[in-house]
């Protein structure tokens, strides 16, 4: 595949997880009851990790996690390649490894669902569409 056709696809990924990122992030950071998104079930997942008593009461932190750790990240990679830096493309790459390790962990905390599936699997073509960029 070409190189060009690589970039289009990877500024692709990151802009979809970061975007949508910063939009469940603005949902969970909204409403920390977890209503508005109908995530409130969710919250008793989040007691079996560490400092649940002081994080994980509500979707604040998750939500402010999610902003920082796939977001952010991806937006700004995004932004770094439409620069043509390449920088962007290398960081596109991990914050894909990223999304999967993200993804890894929901699979031990939560019961299995489409979501988070069909994330991983994301994670793992912007991952492989980085490398064979990178090549």
Do not use: E, H
């Amino acid at each position: 595949m070409k190189s060009a056709t690589l970039r289009k696809w990877l500024l692709f990924f990151c802009f979809f997880v970061g975007i949508g990122a910063v939009g469940g992030a603005a949902g969970m950071m909204a409403d920390p009851t977890g209503k508005l998104m109908k995530m409130d079930a969710l919250l008793t997942y989040f007691q079996v990790l560490p400092f649940a008593g002081a994080l994980f009461q509500n979707l604040f932190f998750p939500g402010l996690a999610l902003l920082l750790v796939n977001g952010l990240t991806n937006l700004t990679a995004a932004g770094l390649m439409l620069g043509r830096n390449p920088a962007g493309a290398r960081l596109g790459t991990l914050f894909g490894i990223t999304l999967m390790l993200w993804i890894t962990i929901q699979f031990i905390i939560f019961p299995f669902n489409f979501m988070s599936t069909a994330y991983f699997v994301i994670g793992a073509l912007q991952c492989l569409t980085g490398f064979a960029l990178l090549r």
